[in-house]
């Protein structure tokens, strides 16, 4: 089998393994946000900060939701790191936001963070003070979840099919099960062009 093969085997086994009844759970959640006229707060790095940027787009343009990610402000960010540290970013961008009970954090990342390791701690204090204001924690991780899905109300964990392709398949779920969400006709407003 090439790798090709392989990966796409690999791909198709992690979407039937991904559950269908997790990702209502999901939708439930953004539809009370949406209908309280909360916002989302979407949180990540490397590749599933990108991620975030393009679930900001789609959740404002298609499903309505007033959303933000913190790393589109490369200016607010870069000041922060530089003057508080990297640590801090998301939560110190949270609080200036004025985040919520009505609001919700949705965190997308590989590992899900880990304070012990010293991995992605940003995103474990924004889940900190997401729980200090009491609004909701989503996430799309891989792995075992890592703090987000020990933290969260509900983190999605993209099923481990093999351990070398960990990273892609994480971050391509997030693509598609963001899409699926803005394309879900509890959330979806308005029609994509195509």
Not at 129 to 153: E, F, H, P, S
Request: proline content about 2%; overall charge negative.
């Amino acid at each position: 089998m090439s790798y090709s093969q392989q990966h796409l085997s690999e791909t198709s086994q992690t979407a039937l393994a991904i559950s269908a009844e997790m990702v209502e759970s999901i939708v439930k959640v953004l539809k009370k946000i949406k209908d309280d006229k909360g916002r989302i707060f979407f949180l990540g790095v490397g590749g599933s900060a990108a991620n975030a940027s393009h679930a900001v787009n789609d959740f404002r343009k298609l499903a309505g939701i007033e959303s933000y990610a913190p790393t589109d402000n490369v200016a607010e960010l870069t000041a922060r790191t530089n003057d508080e540290g990297w640590t801090t970013v998301f939560s110190a961008w949270l609080k200036i936001s004025n985040l919520n009970s009505r609001d919700c954090l949705f965190i997308f990342s590989v590992g899900g963070g880990d304070k012990e390791r010293n991995v992605s701690v940003n995103l474990c204090e924004a889940i900190d003070y997401g729980r200090t204001v009491n609004c909701k924690i989503l996430g799309i991780t891989g792995r075992d979840g890592g703090y987000t899905g020990q933290m969260a109300d509900i983190c999605l964990i993209v099923p481990t099919i093999n351990s070398q392709t960990v990273t892609p398949h994480a971050e391509s779920f997030q693509s598609i099960i963001w899409h699926l969400l803005v394309s879900h006709p509890d959330l979806k407003s308005n029609a994509t062009k195509w």
